[in-house]
């Protein structure tokens, strides 16, 4: 009866202490766009992915503007219409598709990489 208790107590401190850990579950990392100290956002690695994931079936070559193909996405955006870098948060490429908005939507992460990428400059990198 003594020994059962031990090993009673020992599988409750073990499910007390090590139970609840939900490690297994991978969180979407979502970049801070204010962080001054953010790692460089890619255009060419990190944002044109999702334009082809989300964006160029309707936003291609000849269809409908921005062509956000991976080759020709920089030179479309590349203009004061679609990016404003003074006040990154009122350009049109993140706002269009923002989260709370009613065109083909940006993840909570896509969006924030979106942003950072245009607070960063909106580089061709
Ligand atoms: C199902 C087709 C479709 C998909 C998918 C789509 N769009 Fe659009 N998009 C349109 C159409 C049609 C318009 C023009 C009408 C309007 O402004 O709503 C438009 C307009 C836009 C505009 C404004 C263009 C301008 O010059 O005024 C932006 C920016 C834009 N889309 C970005 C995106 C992004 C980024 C994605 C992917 C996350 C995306 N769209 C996915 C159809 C689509």
Sequence with gaps: MKALKIILSIFLIGLIFGGCAYNWIVEEEVIDPTDPDAPEVSFSAEITPI??????????????????????????????RYINTSDPASSLIYTKPSPTGSHVKYSESEAALVLTWITQGAKNN
């Design 51 to 80: 334009f082809s994931a989300k964006c160029t079936s309707c936003h291609t070559t000849g269809n409908q503007m921005p062509d956000l193909t991976p080759s020709n996405a920089y030179s479309s955006l590349n203009s004061s």
